[in-house]
């Protein structure tokens, strides 16, 4: 009825759950876990492999947001403690894998990969190449999975009947929790140039691209990219100038070919020029963010001044 009459936040708020089944473990292994759906089911199969933990489905709950953002049979997507640490939506799926995975190999050791589309046994056989500890995707062809069940300590989710809930987004915080309206949101309708330069037109789609992907990475948040692939991401600090850094340090160290003429994106205002300074030194041509920051003319002239593209969302 609150929802009927679009009453958001009601004075008492009951949330249900339906045990959906016992995790091998929590967060660690001497904390016991379960998981509930409100919706009666999640949406996913596991057809192949030991029990999940609560880690895993913290892992799989963050790569199908990801790949919910996509078109249709088009993305692949590497996620390790619940960040991305390779994305790519390259239209041929093996290239896909590939590029997400050069993002940064290292940290996608024992991750869950989650892939927009059936998995061929071509595929299949690419993917083996690496250990992840779960593979997740729309589908798997009967040879793909003789291919797979080889590898030790796999497990195979199928997620072709999960839907993305639009409903409110909860934090607990011990006896309380938080509650807001979920992000479905990436753009306004406009994109504000405010550089000299302008983007060209496969610019403004890796700009875009790299934009949707810093809405799922931890705050502080920037995201490189190149022809519709992830080439370093850094997350989850408290300093924007040190996410820059991580970003670029680790496309430099594994695809240092692309880095020349890439783009950037951040998730909130760059807050003074030191960050973007570090883009640019090593070869970003392009830079999305949402701007607002008190020093936002000093950041246009610094792009200006090195020629670079910069849009305000």
Known sequence: LNNQINIKFPEKKTIHGKLVGNLRYGE?????????????TLGLNKIHGKDLSYNNYNDI????EILSSFKNNKGTVIVKHSNPCGVSIEKNKIKSFKNALMCDPISAFGG???INSL????LAIELNKKFFEIILSKGFKYDALQVLKKRKNIVLVECNKFI???????HFLGNSFLTQDSNNILFNKKLRIVTKKKPSLNQIKNLKFAFSICKFVKSNAIVLVNDKSTIGIGSGQPSRL???KIAASKALKFVPEKIINSVAASDAFFPFPDGIRELIKVGVRAI?????SVNDKKLIEVANKAGIVMIFT
Request: net charge neutral; glycine share 8%.
């Open 164 to 170: 993305l809930s639009k409903d409110k987004h909860y």
């Open 242 to 244: 040190d996410s820059c």
């Open 288 to 292: 999305i963010q949402p701007g607002g």
């Open 61 to 64: 709950y963050s790569a199908l």
């Open 112 to 114: 869950i990969i989650a």
């Open 28 to 40: 660690n292994p001497h904390q016991q876990g379960s998981i509930y759906s409100t919706n009666d």
């Open 119 to 122: 998995v061929t046994k071509n």
